[in-house]
């Protein structure tokens, strides 16, 4: 097939095993790290492209496929590991195939001039590209390169558990204390469960609308560029509310060794600063630091219960726990407690997208969900048993607030808590600080070799890192928070909205008794997201 004249496909043939780390085909550790790279690229930033006119215009043609838009002449096929799709300005479409694992879509430009947008490699992570993928204007029509999934199942349940597992976890044991043993489980598993089924509804809207790439893709296909906006605000929402709850959690453990809360806000922000000026791949070792912080919470946790056989702190003597909680309030509280683990929706768009199999992604999510379930659970369980009605609403806080054990504990968990926040806020971070660049035309990508774009990216950031750290100082409660954040927006964006997506771009596909079951799905999860923002507001949570 022919490309145009602007393009150049080269085809680069596989290169001979170097070192051990190459052993192992598809799941060499190198490609394991490759697959790690990009699913820290994709984290966070499949709402902002939304802002993006070249990917609005890109739906704006094809938010109905795979029935034609009237008056609009278009063709697509489903996407293939190497099929090269080449759609004229005529609406023809000319296909050919390819070894370099890229499929190639041409398509019109509403307003003439084409834009192209490229994503195949992951030399793109640097701090020269931003999250969103960059766009080019040329003349006669448009250009969209995307990626083919390189990811393999192993790689994707990596990536879906590294997602997931994050400080939501370190509020379970609070979240036992509120709801009790019965109801905290049902709740638990219940939202496991039904996190797990909407990620494969959103699968399988990828699956039957090939065009479509990220959870932007989907939201904008729903309700157009108005209601797209309208869910980036809530992912705005969730990133700076991620952001406060790692700003709190530092502040609440280092505290206890500097009763100093302000100068600790400061100082934490201040890294967030300085470590936004470093490249993404960079970051993304940074978030594997996390990774490993996390393990050593859970790992340190277990180990504290052993330790002492006294209540509080020791798991060889239970703390006082109830079955039921201990008013309806409390109840409604752990609503979001119990959400606010799952929401990391927004990128499994994207690890579909990347799954060199994408017919195993349901069996990658239900592995994914499963074990994210079992470490909730674990921590969760082991702290409500080491600490009962008396745990705080962070389990670190309850172990370095106890005198009873060795002090290797608190240093140990001082270090921990060191990493954990300064690994995951510029990621955080990150698509926050890409969106508003793009939108103010500073990005590296409209004029990265200009001092005054350079200092004009810092000043932003300052600004920012400045505007964080004013509303850091106006929240005090790591549980209220992750509550409110929970009910607020994780059960809108982990529940509500996804099965909003698949009964209307799915409708085809869904049968009476399934379409009314998702109707009463979306009411029970806007009537847990109201009633548990109530909760998170007017709660008490004072031992």
């Known amino acids: 097939m022919s490309l145009p004249s602007q393009q150049t496909t080269v085809k680069i043939p596989k290169e001979r095993r170097r070192s051990f780390m190459d052993y192992g085909g598809a799941n060499s550790f190198n490609n394991f790290a490759s697959s790690f790279s990009r699913a820290q690229q994709y984290s966070g930033s499949s709402l902002m492209e939304q802002f993006e006119d070249g990917r609005n215009g890109l739906l704006r043609g094809y938010s109905d496929l795979p029935s034609n838009i009237p008056g609009e ?14 759609v004229d300005d005529d609406g023809g479409q000319r296909s050919g195939r390819g070894s370099d694992r890229l499929e190639y879509f041409q398509f019109p430009s509403p307003g003439g001039g084409e834009r192209e947008v490229r994503g195949d490699s992951e030399s793109m992570i640097d701090e020269l590209t931003p999250l969103v993928p960059t766009i080019s204007k040329q003349d006669s029509h448009k250009s969209f390169i995307s990626r083919i999934g390189s990811s393999t199942l192993p790689q994707t ?3 879906s558990i590294n997602t ?9 044991p609070f979240g036992f204390r509120q709801s009790g043993w019965i109801m905290g489980i049902l709740l638990l598993l219940g939202s496991a469960m039904s996190t797990n089924f909407t990620a494969k509804y959103l699968g399988k809207i990828l699956k039957h609308h090939p065009h479509l790439l990220t959870y932007g893709d989907i939201a904008f296909a729903y309700g157009g560029r108005f209601f797209a906006i309208l869910v980036t605000f809530f992912f705005v929402m969730d990133l700076i509310g991620a952001a406060l709850t790692l700003i709190l959690l530092f ?26 000026l470093l490249p993404l791949n960079i970051l993304s070792i940074f978030s594997l630091m996390g990774i490993l912080a996390t393990m050593g919470i859970i790992l ?9 056989n006294e209540t509080p702190g020791s798991l060889l003597q239970f703390a006082p726990t109830t079955l039921l909680p201990t008013n309806f309030q409390n ?19 994207e690890l579909y997208r990347d799954m060199r199999h994408p017919q195993k992604f349901s069996h990658a999510s239900n592995v994914a969900f499963l074990v994210t379930f079992l ?23 309850s172990l370095m607030q106890n005198d009873n054990y060795p002090t290797w504990v608190n240093k140990a968990l001082c270090l921990i808590m060191g990493i954990l926040p300064i690994s995951k806020l510029p990621l955080v971070t990150r698509p926050i600080i890409s969106s508003y660049e793009n939108m103010l035309k500073i990005a590296p990508r409209y004029n990265a070799k200009s001092m005054s774009n350079k200092v004009a990216r810092v000043f932003a950031r300052f600004v920012f890192c400045c505007l964080l750290l004013l509303v850091a100082l106006l929240f005090t409660s790591f549980g209220k928070l992750m509550s409110f954040l929970g009910s607020a927006i994780c059960y809108t964006v982990c529940l509500t909205l ?5 009964l209307q771009l799915n409708k085809a596909q869904i049968g009476i008794i399934e379409g009314i079951l998702i109707k009463i799905g979306i009411v029970i999860s806007i009537s847990c997201a109201v009633l548990g923002t109530y909760a998170s507001i007017v709660t008490n949570t004072a031992k």
Do not use: R
């Not at 002449?73 to 080449?86: G, M, T, W």
């Not at 109840?331 to 768009?349: A, C, D, T």
């Not at 470490?375 to 806080?397: E, H, N, P, R, W």
């Open 73 to 86: 002449e278009v063709a697509i096929s489903p996407l293939n590991e190497e099929a090269i799709i080449d």
């Open 157 to 159: 349940v990596f990536n």
């Open 164 to 172: 997931l597992v994050g400080i939501g976890l370190l509020s379970i």
């Open 251 to 276: 502040t609440d453990c280092f505290v206890i060794i500097w009763p100093h809360v302000v100068g600790l806000k400061v100082f934490i922000v201040s890294i967030v600063f300085f470590t936004s």
């Open 300 to 308: 340190i946790v277990i180990i504290c219960g052993f330790i002492i």
């Open 331 to 349: 109840l409604l509280f752990s609503l979001g407690i119990f959400m606010m683990p799952w929401g990391g929706h927004p990128v499994f768009p």
């Open 375 to 397: 470490l909730d659970f674990a921590i969760g369980a082991t702290g409500y048993l080491m600490y009962g009605l008396q745990v705080d609403d962070s389990i670190i806080k």
């Open 498 to 502: 996804p099965l909003l997506f698949y």
